[in-house]
């Protein structure tokens, strides 16, 4: 007997051997049979989804859990665009804390307001607390004076704004997180995810300097699925600051590696470690992207994290000790970096089936695409970014490099996977809205980016199902509505083929399903 049948909807199963059905099956979690294979079949229970359509649940690539569940409860001051308004939301913040505690505020963004803040201006309203603004971006923060007091003489710092390293140096100061509350902090997160169709993530970068919350952050993991906090399938990707030098065997050929040995695949269907995160350079909104060329109408080019040699080391030595390697590259100086170094790991020990990932490819050149194609690298995009950043981008960039932006067309032309993902918090985590944009390649105000690198809605659809499964080693069990997989599932209110491409992102998440149960609801 089935555990449960759905029955007359449109299931768009992202499967080319029974690409649309009409019922499905599902037997302890799993998908067992599509129309006729179930129809006749007894079942506990028989749901009608009143002609809804249905897909694979999304998979996003790449999401901060952890930091989406803490910015979801810090105070904020997005949406404000004068430094006045700014400093008086701060001083009201700092009332409600106690003299000498850490300040934690979200929202901050230099480009709204015309230019960063200082730490003499924050002084003025912190009345001796610690106070700390994160950057949208997640690649800086401003601090006050009390901060930097404790951080050493030479840290480099813009009048109190710190970028990539040097903020990571003073979140270091704050850190670590108790695994109780960033349990709690993942568990809002996931559920944020849930409602917008999300089953399954790929949580990029534990333990690390700049986006990691604790040295045992994973033990937070199993915590939140020990209590029933996890509701959906999460891959842990390992920042590589965790690699340590390790006298292993000489055949073994590693020469640094996560203590004992653990590397990608370990794990089980709900919680896994996934790849190596290695950043190479920062990002597009705090204008740390490393570029070839200086942005439109500024005197510098971003930076890279470290010099490219010891990037390079640390791409090959993780490359060596078997991880699928997720490599943050935004800028195109910084992709060369990247597929530099992941050229010369082949080299050494070819690894065809590793399955290597260039997180963000924001700013790809037409030269490198062959390079991504012959290295069988995936491209993992946010185009939510362009969504809402794209003018701000498309001004930064230039109109001869606008086009090369997070790039759609070309890469699958180029037979680059083409994987979806939203990064968030940093923008938007709504797949349909992302989708939309890549099929429109329009921003928010309506500003064309980029249009040759549209694509069509089932290739975009494709990103967040079939495309995201493989970039995360889950094409056995997850991506397409196939018999024998995961029984995750998404309902909308519409086919996303079917409506004006304008309309994708405001379709209803009518259900969610994880392993054949509807989130939220008891199992069938």
């Known amino acids: 007997m089935l555990c449960a049948r759905l029955t007359n909807a449109r299931f768009l199963t992202m499967d080319a051997h029974h690409p649309v059905a009409h019922d499905l099956g599902i037997w302890q979690g799993r998908i067992v049979g599509l129309d006729d294979a179930v129809t006749s079949l007894p079942a506990r229970r028989v749901i009608d989804l009143q002609g809804a359509t249905v897909l694979p649940g999304f998979i996003d690539a790449h999401v901060h859990l952890a930091w989406t569940g803490f910015k979801e409860d810090t105070p904020s001051i997005a949406g404000r665009t004068r430094i006045d308004e700014v400093l008086a939301a ?160 000489r055949a073994d050929g590693i020469p640094r590696a996560l203590d004992l040995g653990l ?82 790991a082949q080299r050494l020990r070819p690894r065809p089936g590793a399955r290597h990932r260039i997180e963000h490819a924001g700013l790809i050149r037409p030269d490198q695409l062959p390079r991504f194609a012959r290295l069988g690298v995936s491209a993992v995009v946010q185009p939510n970014f362009l969504r809402h950043f794209g003018d701000d981008y498309a001004e930064i960039m230039g109109a001869e490099r606008a086009p090369w932006l997070y790039r759609g067309r070309a890469f699958l032309d180029h037979g680059i996977p083409l994987v979806g993902s939203s990064d968030r918090p940093v923008a938007d985590g709504s797949p349909l809205r992302a989708v939309q944009f890549m099929v429109e390649r329009a921003s928010a105000s309506g500003r064309s980016i980029g249009p040759d690198e549209a694509v069509t809605v089932e290739e975009a659809l494709r990103a967040y199902t079939v495309a ?44 969610t399903y994880v392993d054949g149960r509807e989130t939220g609801r008891p199992a069938p």
């Not at 109780?180 to 995810?193: D, N, S, V």
């Not at 499964?469 to 599932?489: Q, R, V």
């Open 263 to 344: 590397r990608t695949g370990f794990g089980d269907g709900r919680l896994s470690v996934g790849a190596l995160k290695i950043y190479t350079d920062g990002g597009m909104m705090a204008r740390t992207a490393a570029l070839s060329r200086p942005y439109q109408g500024l005197d510098h080019s971003g930076q890279l994290q470290d010099d490219p040699e010891t990037l390079a080391d640390t791409i090959v030595a993780g490359h060596l000790a078997g991880w699928q390697l997720a490599v943050h590259a935004i800028g195109d100086r910084a992709a060369d970096v990247a597929l530099d170094a992941l050229e010369r």
């Open 468 to 511: 995201g499964a493989f970039a995360c080693h889950w094409e056995d069990d997850l991506g397409s509505l196939t018999p024998g997989k995961y029984a995750d599932l998404v309902v909308l209110g519409d086919d996303p083929r079917r409506v004006d491409p304008s309309r994708i992102g405001d379709i209803e998440v009518v259900a």
């Open 90 to 249: 701060v001083a009201e913040v700092v009332r409600g804390a106690r003299p000498g505690s850490w300040v934690s505020i979200a929202g901050y963004d230099q480009r709204v307001l015309g230019r960063h803040l200082t730490a003499a201006e924050l002084d003025g309203v912190s009345q001796g607390r610690r106070l700390y603004l994160m950057h949208e971006s997640g690649h800086g923060c401003v601090v006050n004076s009390a901060v930097l007091d404790l951080l050493p003489a030479d840290t480099p710092h813009d009048r109190g704004f710190l970028a990539e390293g040097a903020m990571g140096a003073a979140r270091a100061l704050r850190l670590p997180y108790s695994q109780e509350e960033l349990a709690e902090a993942i568990g809002r997160a996931a559920r944020t995810c849930l409602a917008e169709g999300v089953t399954a993530c790929a949580e990029a970068g534990i333990g690390g300097t700049l986006f990691g919350h604790s040295p045992v952050e994973l033990g937070a993991y199993q915590l939140a699925r020990d209590n029933g906090r996890l509701p959906l399938r999460v891959q842990l990707m390992v920042s590589a600051d965790r690699l340590r030098p390790v006298t292993a065997h």
